[in-house]
T-cell receptor, first 114, second 116 residues
Framework: ETGVTQSPTHLIKTRGQQVTLRCSSQ?????VSWYQQALGQGPQFIFQ???????GRGNFPPRFSGLQFPNYSSELNVNALELDDSALYLC?????????????FGAGTRLSVL | AQKITQTQPGMFVQEKEAVTLDCTYD???????LFWYKQPSSGEMIFLIY??????QNATEGRYSLNFQKARKSANLVISASQLGDSAMYFC?????????????FGAGTILRVKS
């Protein structure tokens, strides 16, 4: 196990609602990255947080937002949910942002939007 | 253009045999890293192996080795002595060197099924 934990494991929401997903990073890791994985596809980078600051963002609209806390845990918030937001959301933690910094993933949160 | 291409949607291999999963990549950055992850049906992405663009030798980790051909821009994963527990989705990913952030770009994946 990687030590990266995500909650909840499954979630069902309806279109237009808001959702918050949580991630606890591996002990000692100060960087958290979030990915969206649609069914049958590879993960897509949403954004990354390093020492509580956003450190890169993928091609996702502003209704996808995040936070990182002083203990380096993180939240992903999605407002105005759309049907296409149904996916597995993966969180990965790493020590730093460059060099050989392996990203270790949690088991994900499976979000269904009805 | 696709950054990472995995051309094999699915592969079968007999238990105890070796299998190669293909990955080609596209980047103009001289500094980059290539990763392979395994994703069982549970969903967790498990890190397997890493190859840096400046590494002179192919990476190996236990039964996993990476066949890195820089001129061809390929980074194929070789799994030796396949086991039933190797059945999973396998993703190739790339991190480009000094770009802002440390994002991974993933391919579409290859499903591997190990037969007994």
């Amino acid at each position: 196990e990687t030590g990266v934990t995500q909650s909840p494991t499954h979630l069902i929401k309806t279109r237009g609602q808001q959702v918050t997903l949580r991630c606890s990073s591996q002990s000692g890791h100060n960087t958290v990255s979030w990915y969206q994985q649609a069914l049958g596809q590879g993960p897509q980078f949403i954004f990354q947080y390093y020492r509580e600051e956003e450190n890169g963002r993928g091609n996702f609209p502003p209704r996808f937002s995040g936070l990182q806390f002083p203990n380096y845990s993180s939240e992903l918030n999605v407002n105005a949910l759309e049907l296409d937001d149904s996916a597995l959301y993966l969180c990965a933690s790493s020590l730093g942002t460059g060099g050989l910094n392996i990203q270790y993933f949690g088991a994900g949160t499976r979000l269904s939007v009805l | 253009a696709q950054k990472i291409t995995q051309t094999q949607p699915g592969m079968f291999v007999q238990e105890k045999e070796a299998v190669t999963l293909d990955c080609t990549y596209d980047t103009s950055d001289p500094s980059y890293g290539l990763f392979w992850y395994k994703q069982p049906s549970s969903g967790e992405m498990i890190f397997l192996i890493y190859q840096g663009s400046y590494d002179q030798q192919n990476a190996t980790e236990g039964r996993y080795s990476l066949n890195f051909q820089k001129a061809r821009k390929s980074a194929n994963l070789v799994i030796s002595a396949s086991q039933l527990g190797d059945s999973a989705m396998y993703f190739c990913a790339m991190r480009e060197g000094l770009s802002y952030g440390n994002k991974l770009v993933f391919g579409a994946g290859t499903i591997l099924r190990v037969k007994s």
